[in-house]
């Protein structure tokens, strides 16, 4: 079966740091991999995704990053962050047809302060 | 473009009592549609979802959804709300856009508390 790991669950980063968050998926191949982000009260905003290695696409212009540089693995990066990068972060994966629904990791709490 | 419109941000119910939320979509394709629940600080987890066929759609917990063409709609239903229903709902819609990749498209919410 497949799963889906997202780490670390909770991290508290000061203004200007950089930050991983990292993403691997197992049990399937060639996934659509997504990164949202949930700002309290405003639902989740797709920021990045992508159909396959080293494909990225940025849904909004901002500080984060994203790669991949493995079929199931997905990164998510910023080389300064911003107080206004808190949130909680979601990664997840899905089939390519459009019928499928998406699977979600834990998710990761980001505090930056 | 698709797009989703939950009506209503927090809805409040009784033990017992039925359970209505709102979701109404946008899309230029056949819409897939799917209703996710999420508990405080977890990732999300699939309620139901209807691609094709049957119109009323069941989902785990008792929760159900029907998918109305003529009113773009895809409200989630359960007939007896239970105290662990407590959670944020999620309505989204997935649909093929140029560049033959799908990405799925999320509602704002709807927070659901269910009170003794």
């Known amino acids: 079966s497949q799963t889906i790991h997202q780490w670390p669950a909770t991290l508290v980063q000061p203004v200007g740091s950089p930050l991983s968050l990292e993403c691997t998926v197992e049990?399937?191949?060639?996934?659509?991999l997504y990164w949202y982000r949930q700002a309290a009260g405003r639902g989740l905003q797709l920021l990045f995704y992508?159909?396959?290695?080293?494909?990225i696409s940025s849904e909004v212009p901002q500080n984060l990053s994203a790669s991949r540089p493995q079929d199931r693995q997905f990164i998510l990066s910023s080389k300064k962050l911003l107080l206004s990068d808190s949130g909680f972060y979601l990664c997840?994966?899905?089939?390519?047809?459009?019928?499928?629904?998406?699977?979600f990791g834990q998710g990761t709490r980001l505090t930056v302060v | 473009a698709q797009s989703v419109t939950q009506l209503g941000s927090h809805v409040s119910v009784s033990e017992g009592a039925l359970v209505l939320l709102r979701c109404n979509y946008s899309?230029?394709?056949?819409?897939?549609l799917f209703w996710y629940v999420q508990y405080p600080n977890q990732g999300l987890q699939l309620l139901l979802k209807y691609t094709t066929g049957a119109t009323l759609v069941k989902g785990i917990n008792g929760f159900e959804a029907e998918f109305k063409k003529s009113e773009t709609s895809f409200h989630l239903t359960k007939p007896s709300a239970h105290m662990s229903d407590a959670a944020e709902y999620f309505c989204a819609v997935r649909g093929r856009i140029s560049g033959g990749y799908n990405k799925l498209i999320f509602g704002a919410g709807t927070r659901l508390a269910v009170h003794p």
């Open positions: 992508s159909v396959g290695i080293g494909q």
């Open positions: 899309s230029s394709v056949p819409p897939y």
């Open positions: 049990g399937t191949s060639n996934p659509n």
């Open positions: 997840a994966w899905s089939d390519s047809t459009p019928n499928t629904e998406a699977f």
